[in-house]
């Protein structure tokens, strides 16, 4: 069965260091991936779109890349803020289908 | 645009007891996504609708489940009998609808705790 993983649940991060979140997937062949911020008590947020034959996408401060090969994508924060703390969650999509698998999300802090 | 609208936003009830949520998308937007949120299992997909028909309901746990839209303003999530193990932050997304890599847009989300 398909299967996301994001790496480990919380992650720690020095203010102003570039903070690194792995989303990895088995038994599946996306189309696309999205990522998406969550903030406590709200909703998800759109970030970035990366389609399978897109090695990099780049908005202000934030990349993501996806590597098909290794069934991975890496969404990087540059120069991290406080304000960046939030859950990032990566969702898988197909062609033809509106559906998005959802991973279960790495919980960012950046310490000031 | 206001967004996304749920209510109600925080619901407790009793074990047996019926809950209905409910979703008001975007408007213009033509797909309408149920999702359950809880620490074990992430972000679950339940249900999702375009055009107000329901296209894939894979999701649904089981029979306690039932989602409508009866039009394109308006979606009703309802659990009937609820159970403990139900209790979940449930969340409603809406899209344009008109095909892939469409942003999902979320509402707030309704805290359910069955007791």
């Known amino acids: 069965s398909q299967k996301i993983e994001q790496n480990s649940e919380a992650l720690n991060i020095q203010e102003g260091k570039t903070a690194t979140l792995t989303c990895n997937y088995t038994n599946y062949s996306p189309a696309y991936l999205q990522w998406y911020r969550q903030d406590p008590g709200r909703g998800p947020v759109f970030l970035l779109l990366?389609?399978?034959?897109?090695k990099e996408k780049r908005k202000e401060r934030l990349k993501v890349t996806f590597d098909t090969t290794l069934k991975q994508s890496l969404f990087h924060i540059t120069a991290s803020q406080p304000a960046d703390s939030a859950t990032y969650l990566c969702a898988l999509g197909d062609f033809g289908n509106e559906k998005l698998t959802f991973g279960t999300g790495t919980r960012l802090t950046i310490i000031p | 645009d206001a967004g996304v609208i749920q209510s109600p936003r925080h619901e407790v009830t009793e074990m047996g007891q019926e809950v209905t949520l409910r979703c008001k998308p975007i408007s213009g937007h033509n797909s309408l996504f149920w999702y359950r949120q809880t620490m074990m299992r992430g972000l679950e997909l339940l249900i999702y609708?375009?055009?107000?028909?329901?296209?894939?309901d894979s999701g649904m746990p089981e029979d306690r489940f039932s989602a409508k839209m009866p039009n394109a303003s308006f979606s009703t999530l309802k659990i009937q009998p609820s159970e403990p193990r139900d209790s979940a932050v449930y969340f409603c997304?809406?899209?344009?609808?008109?095909?892939?890599?469409?942003?999902?847009?979320f509402g707030p989300g309704t805290r359910l705790l069955v007791l």
């Open positions: 990366i389609r399978e034959n897109e």
């Open positions: 997304a809406s899209t344009l609808g008109q095909g892939d890599e469409e942003t999902q847009y």
């Open positions: 609708f375009n055009n107000n028909v329901p296209i894939d």
